[in-house]
């Protein structure tokens, strides 16, 4: 339910926003636009887990979820995918000694990550097509996390048992006449693991009218 109240005030205000964009001139003869776009793009946002799970695994309800996307559209149809970074709070952390390059001594603690891959296909409706589209999109995606020591080779480590799975994924992209682009999306999980995740895409947009 946060996620969702969060998701309507972005959209709100990011349609103000693009309002206040100046306005391609509309030639007297309107013709039909074929789209053919490539996006590149980073997102930030966060991902809410099953509680009992989270509390099995050690770390917060929540977690920062970052993704770096490539997507490329054909008119309405839409696929691409990426690479994905989840950073959570721990509190299962543990501490142990090790020896740096320099050997001395010290005394480092653990921290808790994920790391994945993903793809999705979906569908746009260009409500304008050079600056505003809505979309939703069907994905897979796969995490691998873990509890361990950053920069240690013989330093103990423990899997965290939270994937992701199948999930649909609404959103919302707006384009500058640059082809600055920012995205507001929300994921919906299909599995337990996983609940949704809330996260804004700041990007660039190359394309072929």
């Known amino acids: ?3 969702l109240i969060t998701l309507l005030a972005l959209i709100s205000s990011a349609s103000v926003w693009a309002e206040t964009q100046p306005e391609q001139p509309v030639p007297e003869e309107k013709e039909e636009v074929y789209l053919q ?7 930030a946002g966060t991902i809410n887990f099953n509680p009992a799970l989270a509390a099995r ?25 990426g690479i994905t970074g989840i950073l959570y709070s721990d509190n299962e ?8 390059g320099f050997g001395d001594h010290r005394r480092a603690s653990s ?3 994920g790391f994945g891959l993903f793809g999705e296909i979906g569908y746009s409706f260009n409500w304008k097509p050079k600056s505003v ?6 994905g897979v995606e796969k995490i691998w996390s873990e509890r361990g020591i950053s920069n240690c080779t013989d330093c103990p480590s423990e899997n965290i048992n939270i994937d992701s ?9 707006f384009i500058t006449n640059s082809g600055f682009t920012f995205t507001i999306s929300y994921k919906k999980f299909a599995g337990d693991d996983m609940e949704d995740a809330v996260f804004l895409t700041f990007g660039s947009t190359s394309d072929l009218f």
Do not use: C
């Open 133 to 138: 589209h809505l979309g939703a999109m069907i």
């Open 93 to 100: 952390s543990f501490s142990v000694d090790v020896i740096d």
């Open 111 to 113: 921290s808790a990550s």
């Open 37 to 43: 776009t490539t996006t590149w793009g980073i997102s």
């Open 165 to 173: 799975g199948f999930y649909l994924k609404p959103h919302i992209k």
């Open 57 to 81: 695994e050690g770390v917060d309800e929540s977690a920062v979820h970052l993704d770096f996307v490539w997507h490329q559209q054909e008119d309405s149809f839409v696929y691409g995918g």
């Open 1 to 3: 339910m946060r996620n």
